[in-house]
């Protein structure tokens, strides 16, 4: 099994993985959808293994169903802690999609309680040394403590104030400010199932297809300088 392939209904833009996680929450016609539902936890963790293994020894063979089954609450709770800070950071002006009732302190404590990987030196005697990261417990235990690393980094660290909020109508998502003029995100939502092929045009006429794009926000025009 690898990460190659797999399908996770949340949207993955490139963004740093905490806030990746933070994404796991969208909302389509006005229904709430969370990715991190019953068994859909393993699909993303898988979806972004080849990430983790790049400060890890991870791999998506360890994130079965019944691994991720065991730090499914874990996984949730970081992600709605995450969700809480980064509100606070943004002064997010949404109501909250998680955990309304979470308090900044407990979603710090979170966190940090979450956070216990460290990093070892890995230098083999034909090979050039290296970093990785350790933590307790099983592969997908320490999917969640190095998820929870990278936070720490996040909010302890620059991309702290380029966070933002998407503010587009129906649109959950979270986004670093990485050009002067990025005010929303664009995301082309890919669904899991197949779709219905479309009914033949009629004789005699000229059918041009757009591909299916969720505009869950856009890139303002405004010049650089006059964007938030």
Known sequence: ??????????????????????????????????????ESGAAWLRAVADRLATDSAITAEQLDEDAVRAVAGPLRALRDALRRLAAKTTEDPRPPATAPGLARPEAIGTLNRLAQTWPELVWPTDGHPTRTYRGPGTAADHAV????????????????????????????????????????????LR??????????????????????????????????????
């Open 191 to 228: 669904q899991p199932h197949a779709r219905r092929p479309a009914p033949p045009p009629p004789p005699h006429t000229t059918t041009r297809l757009r591909p299916q794009t969720s505009l869950h926000a856009y890139e303002s025009k405004l010049p650089v300088g006059q964007g938030s």
């Open 1 to 38: 099994m690898s990460n190659e392939g797999v399908i996770t209904s949340a949207p993955l833009l490139g963004e740093p993985l905490p806030v990746e996680l933070m994404n796991t929450v969208t909302a389509d016609h006005g229904r709430t959808h969370d990715a991190l539902d019953s």
């Open 145 to 188: 403590q190095l998820l929870a690393h990278q936070a720490v980094q996040l909010f302890a660290g620059p991309d702290r104030d380029r966070l933002r909020p998407c503010l587009a109508p129906n649109c959950l998502l979270f986004f670093v400010k990485n050009h002067a003029r990025r005010q929303m995100v664009l995301t082309r």
